[in-house]
C-alpha cells in the first residue's frame, strides 16, 4: 500500500507540473494580456513598456516560467484588478472558497445519498416501475441545463412559494458568527442555531439544482454496476453454497458493484465546478464560480490563474483520494 500511494503522489507532482505549464501558456495567449488588464485601453507606449519590463515580461519564456513557478509556490499569483480590486488574488480565492466547498459538498452529498442506493434498488428491480421512474428522472438530470433548472427552482420554490430564499449565502442583517467563511458550520459551532438553519435554507435549492448531474451519472453507473455484479460466476457460487441474502447483497453485490461508482463519484467532485460557475451566477453566491466568470469578463488575471490552478489542484488530490480508496476496496490494485 506504501509502495503504491508513493508512486501515486509520484504522478501527482508530474500532472501538477504539467498543469502549471499549460495554464502559463495559456493565460498569455489570451487576447490583451496582463498589460492590458492591468493599465486598461488608454495606457501609452511608455507605461506599458515600463509594466513589462516590470513584470518580466520581456523575458524568455522559460525564465518567465520559472518565476512564475516559484511566485505560484508561495501564494504569489498577484493583485486582483476587476474581481476585488486591490485584492492579493490568493486572498480573493481564499475568501470566496467557503460558499463553493459549501455548496458542492452538499450537492455531492444530495447526489450520493439518493444516486447509489436507487440505483442499486433499480439494479436489483430491473425493468420494474422503480427502475423505469428512476432511468427517466436520470435522463432528465443530464438532459436539462442546470441553469435551467436553478432560475426553474428558484422562481417555483423561492418567488412563488416563497418556501426557500432567492438568493445570497445567508439573510441580510443576519447576526452571526463567520470565523471559518463555512456559515453553517460557523453557526453550528457558535451555537447560533437560527443562523446555521438560516445557512442551510439558502443553499438547498442551489444545491438541489447543482446535484443533478452528479446524480444522474452516479445512479446509472450505480445501476449497470450492479447488474454486471448479479450475472458474475462468484455471485451464483454464494448462492448455491446457501449464504444468506444480505451476506451475498453486503460482501459480494454491494462492495464489488462500488469500484466504478468510488471512480465516478471522484470525477463528479471535480467536475462541480463547472456547474458551480452557473449556479453561484444565478443564486448570487459569492464563490469561486462567480469569481472564475467575473475574471473572464473583467480580464483579472491573478484571479484567473489562482482560481485555475487551485481547481486543478483540488481536482488531482480529489483522483488521488479516490486511487487510494479503489485500492483499499480492491486489494489487487496494490501489487500492479
Same mark, same amino acid.
Given at each position: 500500500?506504501?509502495?503504491?500511494?508513493?508512486?501515486?503522489?509520484?504522478?501527482?507532482?508530474?500532472?501538477?507540473?504539467?498543469?502549471?505549464?499549460?495554464?502559463?501558456?495559456?493565460?498569455?495567449?489570451?487576447?490583451?494580456?496582463?498589460?492590458?488588464?492591468?493599465?486598461?485601453?488608454?495606457a501609452t507606449e511608455r507605461s506599458r513598456a515600463e509594466l513589462v519590463e516590470q513584470l518580466g515580461l520581456?523575458?524568455?519564456?522559460?525564465?518567465?516560467?520559472?518565476?512564475?513557478?516559484?511566485?505560484? #509556490?508561495?501564494?504569489d499569483f498577484g493583485v486582483s484588478t476587476g474581481v476585488q480590486p486591490g485584492t492579493p488574488a490568493l486572498?480573493?480565492?481564499?475568501?470566496?472558497?467557503?460558499?463553493?466547498?459549501?455548496?458542492? #459538498?452538499?450537492?455531492?452529498?444530495?447526489?450520493?445519498?439518493?444516486?447509489?442506493?436507487? $440505483?442499486?434498488?433499480?439494479?436489483?428491480?430491473?425493468? $420494474?416501475?422503480?427502475?423505469?421512474?428512476?432511468?427517466?428522472?436520470?435522463?432528465?438530470?443530464?438532459?436539462?441545463?442546470?441553469?435551467?433548472? @436553478?432560475?426553474?427552482?428558484?422562481?417555483?420554490?423561492?418567488?412563488?412559494?416563497?418556501?426557500?430564499? @432567492?438568493?445570497?449565502?445567508?439573510?441580510?442583517?443576519?447576526?452571526?458568527? +463567520?470565523?471559518?467563511?463555512?456559515?453553517?458550520?460557523?453557526?453550528?459551532?457558535?451555537?447560533?442555531?437560527?443562523?446555521?438553519?438560516?445557512?442551510?435554507? +439558502?443553499?438547498?435549492?442551489?444545491?438541489?439544482?447543482?446535484?443533478?448531474?452528479?446524480?444522474?451519472?452516479?445512479?446509472?453507473?450505480?445501476?449497470?454496476?450492479?447488474?454486471?455484479?448479479?450475472?458474475?460466476?462468484?455471485?451464483?457460487?454464494?448462492?448455491?453454497?446457501?449464504?444468506?441474502?444480505?451476506?451475498?447483497?453486503?460482501? +459480494?453485490?454491494?462492495?464489488?458493484?462500488?469500484?466504478?461508482? #468510488?471512480?465516478?463519484?471522484?470525477?463528479?467532485?471535480?467536475?462541480?465546478?463547472?456547474?458551480?460557475?452557473?449556479?453561484?451566477?444565478?443564486?448570487?453566491?459569492?464563490?469561486?464560480?462567480? @469569481?472564475?466568470?467575473?475574471?473572464?469578463?473583467?480580464?483579472?488575471?491573478?484571479?484567473?490563474?489562482? #482560481?485555475?490552478?487551485?481547481?486543478?489542484?483540488?481536482?488531482?488530490?480529489?483522483?488521488?483520494?479516490?486511487?487510494? @480508496?479503489?485500492?483499499?476496496?480492491?486489494?489487487?490494485?496494490?501489487?500492479?
Amino acid at each position: 500500500m506504501l509502495r503504491y500511494t508513493v508512486r501515486r503522489l509520484g504522478q501527482l507532482v508530474i500532472v501538477t507540473l504539467v498543469l502549471s505549464l499549460l495554464l502559463f501558456a495559456w493565460l498569455r495567449a489570451l487576447p490583451g494580456g496582463p498589460v492590458s488588464a492591468l493599465l486598461g485601453e488608454r495606457a501609452t507606449e511608455r507605461s506599458r513598456a515600463e509594466l513589462v519590463e516590470q513584470l518580466g515580461l520581456d523575458q524568455p519564456l522559460y525564465v518567465q516560467y520559472w518565476r512564475f513557478l516559484g511566485r505560484a #509556490v508561495t501564494g504569489d499569483f498577484g493583485v486582483s484588478t476587476g474581481v476585488q480590486p486591490g485584492t492579493p488574488a490568493l486572498e480573493v480565492f481564499l475568501q470566496r472558497m467557503p460558499a463553493t466547498i459549501e455548496l458542492s #459538498v452538499l450537492a455531492l452529498t444530495i447526489a450520493v445519498l439518493v444516486g447509489i442506493p436507487l $440505483g442499486y434498488v433499480a439494479g436489483r428491480r430491473q425493468g $420494474g416501475w422503480l427502475d423505469n421512474l428512476s432511468i427517466t428522472w436520470s435522463l432528465l438530470g443530464v438532459a436539462v441545463p442546470v441553469f435551467f433548472l @436553478a432560475f426553474l427552482l428558484k422562481y417555483v420554490f423561492a418567488i412563488e412559494l416563497g418556501l426557500l430564499p @432567492a438568493s445570497g449565502r445567508q439573510e441580510a442583517g443576519t447576526n452571526a458568527t +463567520h470565523a471559518t467563511g463555512f456559515y453553517v458550520l460557523d453557526g453550528l459551532l457558535t451555537r447560533e442555531w437560527d443562523a446555521a438553519w438560516n445557512a442551510l435554507l +439558502h443553499l438547498l435549492l442551489p444545491a438541489a439544482a447543482l446535484s443533478t448531474i452528479p446524480f444522474a451519472v452516479i445512479f446509472r453507473i450505480t445501476r449497470a454496476s450492479v447488474l454486471d455484479v448479479l450475472e458474475e460466476d462468484y455471485v451464483r457460487t454464494a448462492r448455491a453454497k446457501g449464504l444468506g441474502a444480505t451476506v451475498i447483497r453486503t460482501r +459480494h453485490v454491494l462492495r464489488n458493484a462500488m469500484l466504478p461508482v #468510488v471512480t465516478t463519484v471522484g470525477l463528479q467532485t471535480g467536475a462541480l465546478l463547472s456547474g458551480a460557475v452557473l449556479t453561484e451566477q444565478v443564486f448570487n453566491i459569492a464563490g469561486i464560480g462567480q @469569481a472564475l466568470s467575473l475574471g473572464f469578463q473583467r480580464q483579472d488575471y491573478a484571479v484567473l490563474q489562482v #482560481v485555475i490552478m487551485a481547481t486543478a489542484m483540488v481536482y488531482v488530490l480529489v483522483n488521488l483520494v479516490v486511487d487510494l @480508496a479503489y485500492a483499499v476496496i480492491d486489494p489487487r490494485l496494490r501489487t500492479r
